[in-house]
């Protein structure tokens, strides 16, 4: 009997994939374009013999010459010479700019290094998309071209992105990570100073990432930061396959329920640095990275990529990122005594909570909230109603109203007052938008649907379900009535 195939190895995230079919196309020496789509935004990346040599966009904000007018390598009146020549002799504008000398050709080399850095870093930080790479002569005649080196320009991108030093042990992984390196140290394009070498010699599958970082030689964050840009740049892998399988095993055996994930999650909402990691006022550091690593073992985002637990990812990623964030704070003694301090200054001035409305309607939306994540609606509009009679002021509150009230026909004049109050209250949050818009289109009133998901995509362009609910809107003629006057209403 022929023993079954092992599992293939889960996909890569998103940023990885972009990055490792940049540096695969220039580890074979290749030439053809990478096609990096997101929507219906496209970037082309063209390589030859496993350099970028040119970057463009279907994005009309993000080709050459309107780049050179950005950063002011040209003025507007010479960007308008070149649009008009262009047009007279059905030419690209840059053929205009290069026979004139205007800028110099070094200033165009620049400009276009400029821009494929930022393409490509603004491509690296996509949440969505695909990529797509196909080999060939890309045909480049009378384009200004650069040679950039594709590792060299993920790994710089790594030292820089994602800003918060938490969003990128995320994107890491656990701190229980046993990391590979996949190259020698004398690989083309490796770096070649001492944290390089560590990571490279150090990263052979069996010592996990706390440890790595404990002793680099370089500070915690710019360790990190390396890491994260090897993983990218494919210097490393998190695991071998075996023992990827071992940890899936592990992790499977290590059964965890949706109540219990639930109950971690409204256990830590509304809590100080000391409630999140679950550890007293008192703890001595050991105490705190113990707290820390224990939790992150269990409730790391990378172990809700995938099965019937999916659905609470981007909550664990919130979550993870509040735990994160409590310990590097309670670890550090200047930031936990100023930390300390706070909320001593802060207990002060709310002595008498019981009293205090506003904290009492805090305490109303975390408990309802966290019994609509239970699916409790019910219950959950209690407290949430409690909430925004305490405190109407509060946008977060009449957000998380309308939203459970809207999954009730019944209910929706009343979701629909609750969630224009809280565009009214806070107009550059984008959730009201988005569930007012849903509510019309399944109500039929598609203009109104088009007019939510149109708002909400200039607050927040590129956000997923306005851009899917636009389209589900299609033609349908905007309703031109005043924006906070609703539509239910009562017979």
């Not at 735990?323 to 930390?339: I, S």
């Amino acid at each position: 009997m022929t023993p079954p195939l092992p599992p293939p190895p889960p996909p890569l995230p998103r940023d990885r994939q972009f990055a490792r079919l940049l540096c695969t196309s220039a580890e074979a020496a290749s030439g053809g374009i990478l096609t990096a789509s997101r929507g219906k935004l496209r970037r082309l990346f063209c390589i030859q013999k496993g350099w970028i040599v040119f970057a463009t966009s279907n994005l009309i904000e993000e080709q050459f010459v309107e780049y050179l007018v950005r950063i002011d390598a040209i003025s507007p009146r010479v960007y308008a010479e070149a649009i008009e020549e262009s047009t007279k002799t059905n030419t690209k504008p840059i053929a205009h700019l290069i026979r004139t000398g205007t800028p110099s050709r070094d200033a165009l080399e620049r400009g276009m290094e400029g821009l494929v850095r930022e393409l490509l870093t603004s491509t690296l930080e996509w949440p969505d998309g695909r990529c797509q790479f196909d080999e060939g002569l890309p045909r480049l005649d009378g384009e200004v071209t650069v040679r950039l080196a594709p590792r060299a320009l993920i790994l710089a991108h790594a030292k820089r992105y994602p800003t918060s030093i938490d969003a990128l042990r995320v994107r890491i992984g656990p701190p229980d990570l046993r990391p590979v390196a996949t190259a020698p140290a004398n690989t083309h394009g490796a770096p070649s100073d001492a944290l390089g070498a560590f990571l490279l010699a150090k990263c052979d599958g069996t010592i996990e990432l706390s440890e790595l970082v404990k002793d680099s030689p370089a500070e915690e964050d710019v360790t990190l930061r390396a890491i994260y840009g090897y993983l990218l740049a494919g210097l490393l892998d998190p695991e071998d396959r075996q023992a990827r399988r071992e940890r899936e095993a592990r992790l499977r055996d290590d059964f965890i329920s949706r109540e219990e994930c639930i109950g971690r999650l409204a256990m830590a909402a509304g809590q100080d640095h000391y409630g999140v990691l679950g550890v007293d006022r008192t703890a001595r550091p050991k105490v705190i990275h113990e707290a820390y690593y224990s939790i992150a073992r269990r409730y790391h985002p990378d172990r809700f990529r995938s099965g019937p637990l999916a659905d609470l990812l981007s909550r664990f990623e919130d979550f993870f990122m509040l735990v994160t964030n409590a310990h590097n704070t309670l670890a550090d003694p200047l930031r936990r005594a100023e930390y300390d301090e706070q909320l001593s200054s802060a207990q002060g001035a709310v002595d008498d909570k019981g009293a205090d409305s506003a904290y009492l309607a805090r305490q109303n939306f975390l408990r309802g909230r966290a019994l609509a994540a239970q699916r409790k609606y019910t219950e959950a509009v209690t407290f949430l109603e409690n909430a925004v009679s305490l405190d109407p002021g509060h946008a977060e509150y009449h957000v998380e109203l309308g939203l459970v009230l809207s999954r009730n026909p019944r209910h929706r004049e009343e979701a629909e007052r609750h969630l224009l109050q809280a565009i009214n209250l806070a107009p550059a949050v984008v959730s009201p938008y988005v569930a007012l818009g849903q509510m019309y289109r399944k109500a039929g009133r598609l203009g109104r649907a088009g007019r939510m998901a149109r708002e909400a995509l200039r607050w927040e362009p590129g956000h997923v379900e306005a851009s899917e609910l636009l389209v589900a809107a299609g033609d349908a003629p905007d309703e031109r009535d005043d924006f906070q006057q609703g539509v239910f209403r009562s017979s």
